[in-house]
T-cell receptor
Framework: DAGVIQSPRHEVTEMGQEVTLRCKPI?????LFWYRQTMMRGLELLIY????????DSGMPEDRFSAKMPNASFSTLKIQPSEPRDSAVYFC????FGGGNEQFFGPGTRLTVL | KQEVTQIPAALSVPEGENLVLNCSFT??????LQWFRQDPGKGLTSLLL?????REQTSGRLNASLDKSSGRSTLYIAASQPGDSATYLC???????????FGKGITLSVRP
């Protein structure tokens, strides 16, 4: 298996632009997680899905952030409009089941908003 | 709200030393605990998972344990090598859901 795949690996955009991050989880995994990592706050869970259904989005910072999972092999995290404070590394992870199962992380997308 | 503390933030040791990395949770009701390794500019790699019915896990030179009464976990690295240099993060959930809460990590440097 190729592992969790994320694209793009790096994204530089200007404030106010729409940003879309993409994730392909490991085949057969039922859970998908989106995280954000910054030096200040560390790694934070934004939202997670079970069987393509959003279960908990309490970590999404504000309405500018949205996430979808149209099928079991694809998810997007969208920021519209982007702001400089959104600059961070965004990780996608997947696991076979929920609690008690290993989460496998993608390589991340480094987002810079100018 | 669960908070995870990993102290110190950085550690430098000579090659060959045995070392212990600590992790503590404000809510000791940890159900599952996972230790990760992160290399600079990379994603997280799962090292060890301690599930709810377990107290420790071992993989090669690594051993992780969890004391549920105190909400503390340790990662033991035997005979450290320069290739062990990385940031080590612990994360736990309370079993009610799948949400992992992460520590900020300990950046380890092993000097040749």
């Amino acid at each position: 298996d190729a592992g969790v795949i994320q694209s793009p690996r790096h994204e530089v955009t200007e404030m106010g632009q729409e940003v879309t991050l993409r994730c392909k989880p490991i085949s057969g995994h039922d859970y998908l997680f989106w995280y954000r990592q910054t030096m200040m706050r560390g790694l934070e869970l934004l939202i997670y899905f079970n069987n393509n259904v959003p279960i908990d989005d309490s970590g999404m910072p504000e309405d500018r952030f949205s996430a979808k999972m149209p099928n079991a092999s694809f998810s997007t995290l969208k920021i519209q409009p982007s702001e400089p404070r959104d600059s961070a590394v965004y990780f996608c992870a997947s696991s076979l089941f929920g609690g008690g199962n290993e989460q496998f992380f993608g390589p991340g997308t480094r987002l810079t908003v100018l | 709200k669960q908070e995870v503390t990993q102290i110190p933030a950085a550690l430098s040791v000579p090659e060959g030393e045995n070392l212990v990395l600590n992790c503590s949770f404000t809510d000791s009701a940890i159900y599952n605990l996972q230790w990760f390794r992160q290399d600079p500019g990379k994603g997280l790699t799962s090292l060890l998972l301690i599930q709810s019915s377990q107290r420790e896990q071992t993989s090669g030179r690594l051993n992780a344990s969890l004391d549920k009464s105190s909400g503390r976990s340790t990662l033991y690295i035997a005979a450290s090598q320069p290739g062990d240099s990385a940031t080590y993060l612990c994360a736990g959930d309370t079993g009610a859901n799948s949400k992992l809460t992460f520590g900020k990590g300990i950046t380890l440097s092993v000097r040749p």
